[in-house]
């Protein structure tokens, strides 16, 4: 595996790691809990930034990477959303949508795969990526702010602005996904 591969595939042992500790993980004492929580939101995300950039600067880029690293973000991202879902924080029928997207855009690769093409991001996969980061980063500041017993005056108004985060995200997950049904159409209609 080359280094951006394993920058990728550390998604898939962190993000079961941050269910476990959402879930679980406050028996470790409040502020121990956030820090650990901050410490893998950000190990994901970070890994996501660094595996593109990896793979560029080596000359490493693959069509396994282009296929591996959107599945390790689905991974990693559904699994931080659930957790939000869970909690409260991420409505539920945002998180459909997002789910849904998903598993349509792959299924969309795996049939252009049968064909010998691999279908990288899209620049409308890539806004709607940077809000679903900033949509489960806002997310992680509610429930920080909360296990903290900080600021609890702006937690309403707080959660309001989560809450059009999401939407917007949702929004963005649609026209993204007509980007890739348009794209795909184009890919699949050439002789």
Same mark, same amino acid.
Not at 12 to 38: C, D, H, M, N, Q
């Given at each position: 595996m080359?280094?951006a @591969?394993?920058?990728?595939?550390? *998604?898939?042992v962190?993000?079961?790691?941050f269910? $476990?500790?959402?879930r679980? /993980? ?5 502020v121990p ?7 893998l ?6 890994? @996501?930034?660094?595996? /593109?950039?990896?793979? *560029? ?5 693959? @069509?396994?990477g282009? $296929?591996? @690293?959107?599945y390790?973000?689905v991974f990693a ?7 939000f879902? $869970? ?6 029928w945002?998180?459909?949508i997002v ?25 409308g996969?890539?806004l709607?990526?940077?809000? +679903?980061m900033?949509?489960g980063s806002?997310?992680?500041i509610?429930?920080?702010l909360?296990q903290?017993?900080l600021?609890?005056?702006?937690l309403p108004?707080f959660?309001i602005?989560i809450y059009?985060l +999401?939407?917007?995200?949702?929004l963005?997950? $649609?026209?993204s996904?007509?980007d890739?049904v348009v794209? +795909? *159409?184009?890919?699949?209609? *050439?002789?």
């Amino acid at each position: 595996m080359t280094l951006a @591969d394993k920058l990728t595939a550390s *998604r898939l042992v962190l993000a079961p790691v941050f269910f $476990l500790t959402f879930r679980s /993980g406050e028996f470790l004492g409040t502020v121990p809990y956030v820090a650990i929580l901050w410490l893998l939101f950000l190990a994901i995300e970070v890994s @996501d930034l660094l595996d /593109g950039l990896a793979a *560029r600067k080596s000359g490493t880029v693959s @069509d396994f990477g282009k $296929l591996f @690293d959107p599945y390790a973000d689905v991974f990693a991202r559904m699994t931080y959303f659930v957790c939000f879902v $869970l909690a409260g924080i991420m409505p539920a029928w945002v998180f459909i949508i997002v789910l849904y997207r998903e598993l349509s855009i792959n299924f969309l690769r795996m049939q252009l795969a049968q064909r010998g093409v691999a279908m990288g991001a899209r620049p409308g996969g890539k806004l709607k990526s940077a809000t +679903y980061m900033a949509a489960g980063s806002a997310s992680l500041i509610y429930v920080s702010l909360t296990q903290l017993g900080l600021l609890p005056g702006l937690l309403p108004p707080f959660a309001i602005a989560i809450y059009a985060l +999401y939407a917007l995200a949702a929004l963005l997950a $649609l026209a993204s996904f007509a980007d890739y049904v348009v794209q +795909y *159409r184009k890919i699949t209609s *050439r002789p």
